[in-house]
Each structure stands twice: as C-alpha cells, then as structure tokens.
C-alpha cells in the first residue's frame, strides 16, 4: 500500500507561484511513476507532469516552461514548483503514483484514456485569481 498526502496549494494571484509538495510513504516498488494531476470544477481530470524512477519527466503542453516537477533524494517527497500561474491553472491538484515506472510518462500523457493510477491522495486546491 502507498499512502500519498499533498500540501502547499492556495490562492494566488495570476503570475504567481506555488509549490506542492507530495508525501510518499508504502511500498516503494509500488512507487516506480509519480505523478501531478488536476481537475478544475466542471472539467475531467487531465495529466499535469509525471516523473519514472529513471528520472524521465513529461509535462503536458499546457505547463511546460511554467511548471517543474521534482522529488527529493529519497523519493519520499514529490514536488510541483508552480510559476508564472494564469487563471486556467486553478483546480484540484492530485498526486498519484504507479507501480508502473517504464509506461509512466505515457501514462501521464495519455490520461485519462489510459490506465488508471494505482494510487491517490485527496488533493490539495489551487486558486489563480485574475
């Protein structure tokens, strides 16, 4: 079992920045794909970034250059560093992880029409005032 507890969202103004933090604990073999994930009020939940245990990353288009996603030295801290946020990023940002490392960022990419993540946390808002 994985458990996955977000923190660090907020209200911003358009412009600012935010930085989401992700604590992992379980099983780290279960852990091989972590992940940011959002849904705003009204929208299906999409893939933001997503880092394997190689250490490849993705992000969707939508916040590439904007967005870092990271993890401290023992993976047991997923970060999302939030900069230049527009109005459009406001959501409910999820952490996930997968057992799945190899497929990870197809995973992350595809969503949701591929495979689901294995596991979740409950979420954390963030709000992006114009």
């Known amino acids: 079992q994985v458990q996955l507890v977000e923190s660090g969202g907020g209200s911003v103004q358009s412009g600012g920045s935010l930085r989401l933090s992700c604590a992992a604990s379980?099983?780290?073999?279960?852990?091989?794909?972590m992940a940011w994930l959002r849904q705003a009020p009204g929208k299906e939940r999409e893939g933001v970034a997503a880092?394997?245990?190689?250490?490849?990353?993705t992000y969707a288009d939508s916040v590439k250059g904007r967005f870092t996603i990271s993890q401290d030295n023992s993976k047991s801290t997923l970060y999302l560093q939030m900069d230049s946020l527009k109005p459009e990023d406001t959501a409910m940002y999820y952490c996930?992880?997968?057992?799945?490392?190899?497929?990870?960022?197809?995973?992350?990419?595809?969503?949701?029409?591929?495979?689901?993540?294995?596991?979740w946390g409950q979420g954390t808002q963030v709000t992006v005032s114009s």
């Open positions: 880092i394997n245990n190689d250490g490849e990353i």
């Open positions: 379980g099983s780290t073999s279960s852990r091989n794909c």
């Open positions: 996930a992880a997968d057992q799945n490392g190899p497929h990870c960022l197809y995973q992350l990419v595809t969503y949701p029409l591929g495979p689901e993540f294995d596991y």
